[in-house]
Nanobody
């Protein structure tokens, strides 16, 4: 499975960005897709995930501001980020996991999100 992420950039506080992640390859094994982020000097953390059934999970700090969605026909997951804050600055990574012959977990390349104050 290959994950191609796009949509990062520089935005001012309060602004919006939309991240996209397109999956290709052996996608039948994929159940959940999501976004993680890693700020300098910090551990990678889950931002939001969505299952193939549409169940969503968010970290508390982004609830009400970020929305994750999924287009199963396009094998693409989106992260709409509104009311961005400087603390949202990080490299954002797309993730996909599921079960093929065993548990599978894939990462896309990171995309930088920078929120200026």
């Amino acid at each position: 499975v290959q994950l191609q992420a796009s949509g990062g950039g520089l935005v001012q506080t309060g602004g919006s960005l939309r991240l996209s992640c397109a999956a290709s390859g052996s996608i039948a094994s994929i159940n959940a897709m999501g976004w993680y982020r890693q700020a300098p000097g910090k551990q990678r953390e889950m931002v939001a995930t969505i299952t193939s059934g549409g169940f969503t999970y968010y970290r508390d700090s982004v609830k009400g501001r970020f929305t994750i969605s999924r287009d199963n026909d396009k094998n693409t997951v989106y992260l709409q980020m509104n009311s961005l804050k400087p603390e949202d600055t990080a490299v954002y990574y797309c993730n996909a996991e599921g079960y093929g012959l065993g548990y599978v977990n894939y990462w896309g390349q990171g995309t930088q999100v920078t929120v200026s104050s």
